[in-house]
């Protein structure tokens, strides 16, 4: 009897609800500067607004989020434009105009900066002092092939000519200068890559595209390792009439040569592909109908990167001035959907786009933001698994809250101090990711990555922890 008393009573209790956890229970706050989000600015720890967007959710494999932070770290100089590389040696390097022996270009060098454990660990020097240096450009880039670790110098000067320097150890000699020019056009804003297609005299083929006097941009190639170029062809097909402005040049495993522009048509964006080292070019239309087209200085030009497995990202500033992004596993031929992949924050607007990508599928966007009265911050965007249904989002502002890097009106949207034209980033072999970008403010070079989270390449889905940089670092 007293046995079933109890049963009864105890059967009419309800049923406990386990709640499961979420996987942004980390282990430590999350920090200000970073947000978890999904195309569209939609918050990812917002229940809600997942559910409003009609987002089917899957936070597992590639797509897990991890805790993440970022910061930057001064090189000690100033820099325009600023390009960099990274090389298997775990030195990275950025350019910095003026600073070099007699006025010339400096090539940075930062040591110890990969794999830091204490901000004492790192140091950035000029690496470039020939007996001879090649007097300072107007437009001074840096490139480092993926392939062979070369580092070559591009400057372009005064608009009538360009020289290319290299170095094969790590910047402790460089070549004699060659000239890379076509006396047939002017040459301006100047962007150099390399890939593995056959070369008769080096492991790859290298290619410059530049801005000259045609309505597209015109390339040249070198088959020796930059010794000899041939004469600059259409970089785009014969009618085109995209503008002669282009992005960075990329290059991918397979040898193709990729670099974005306006569409042939005058309107969209485009990707445009080469399959015979640089000789002929063809158009593959992004899918910008939705997102239209930033009508700013300098955002005709759509970014391209290409992963360790062929696959093609595409960045560009929509018409609302907010970057989107497009990818394609078929080597331009078609493309996804497009996505605004700036996180769920107010920002006014954001300019200088630039992605850069690992292993299949791991992206990595760099750009600045207007958060509110010109306060423009440095923002590094990550994808772990683009190729997932509704790809996580990870955004961190690489500046610390009250330190921006521009106070200047419209400063995103225009040629802007130590910025110039574009910026640039670069994937190290460990799967970080590097983005290189001026602090306008103090006028010095800055490294910015993330301190904590996602790798984008190699065995060990996170990467080891580096200490925050900041502003003490300038």
């Known amino acids: 009897m007293i046995g079933g008393s109890l049963s009864g009573c105890f059967g009419d209790e309800e049923e406990a609800v386990v709640e499961e956890p979420s996987p942004f229970d980390f282990e430590k706050e999350i920090p200000e500067t970073t947000w978890y989000h999904y195309a569209g600015g939609v918050d990812a720890l917002n229940d809600s607004a997942v559910e409003a967007a009609n987002i089917t959710v899957n936070l597992t494999g590639d797509n897990t989020p991890f805790w993440t932070q970022g910061s930057y770290y001064g090189i000690g100089m100033s820099t325009f434009e600023p390009t960099i590389g990274v090389t298997s ?64 110098k591009f400057d372009m000067h005064a608009l009538l000519g360009m020289t290319v320097e290299w170095s094969d150890n790590e910047g402790a000699s460089w070549s004699p200068p060659t000239v890379a020019t076509d006396i047939r056009s002017v040459q301006d804003h100047q962007t150099i890559t390399s890939a593995p297609y056959p070369a008769a005299l080096h492991p790859t083929t290298w290619v410059f595209c530049i801005n000259g006097n045609a309505p597209h941009p015109l390339c040249s190639s070198s088959f020796d390792g930059g010794n000899t170029w041939t004469p600059e062809v259409s970089g785009a097909p014969i ?13 991918g495993p397979n040898g193709n040569f990729y670099r974005g522009n306006a569409g042939c048509d005058g309107s969209g964006y485009a990707i445009y592909r080469s399959t015979n080292g640089g000789f002929t070019w063809t158009e593959h239309t992004l899918p910008t109908e939705e997102s239209g087209t930033a009508d700013t200085w300098n955002a005709e030009e759509a970014q391209v990167a290409i992963d360790d497995d062929d696959n093609v990202h595409a960045m560009w500033m929509g018409s609302d001035n907010m970057p989107y992004y497009a990818y394609s596993r078929d080597e331009g031929e078609t493309w996804s959907d497009a996505m605004m992949i700036a996180p769920p924050t107010e920002l006014v607007g954001t300019g200088f786009p630039v992605v850069t990508a690992g292993a299949a599928g791991k992206v990595a966007f760099g750009y600045v933001g207007d958060a509110g009265n010109n306060t423009w911050n440095g923002y590094m965007t990550v994808i772990t698994d683009a190729f997932s249904e509704n790809p996580l989002m990870t955004t961190i502002q690489i500046n610390e809250p009250g330190n921006p890097l521009d106070t200047e009106d419209g400063c995103g949207y225009n040629r802007c101090g130590g910025l110039g034209d574009f910026l640039d980033m670069a994937v190290d072999q460990h799967g970080r990711p590097w983005f290189g970008l001026s602090h306008n403010l103090a006028d010095i070079g800055i490294f910015a990555t993330l301190t904590e989270g996602p790798a984008l390449r190699g065995l060990d889905a996170e990467l080891g922890v580096m200490p925050l940089g900041g502003e003490e670092t300038l």
């Open 239 to 251: 009618d085109c009439q995209s503008g002669g402005l282009t992005a960075h040049l990329e290059g």
């Open 89 to 152: 040696d775990d030195n990275l390097y950025m350019t910095s105009w003026g600073n070099g022996p007699l006025g010339s270009t400096a090539i940075v060098q930062c040591s110890g900066l990969i794999g830091m454990t204490n901000l004492s660990d790192y140091s950035c020097e000029d690496t470039y002092d020939p007996l001879l240096p090649v007097p300072n450009s107007n437009d001074p880039y840096v490139y480092v092939d993926k392939w062979t670790d070369r580092i070559m």
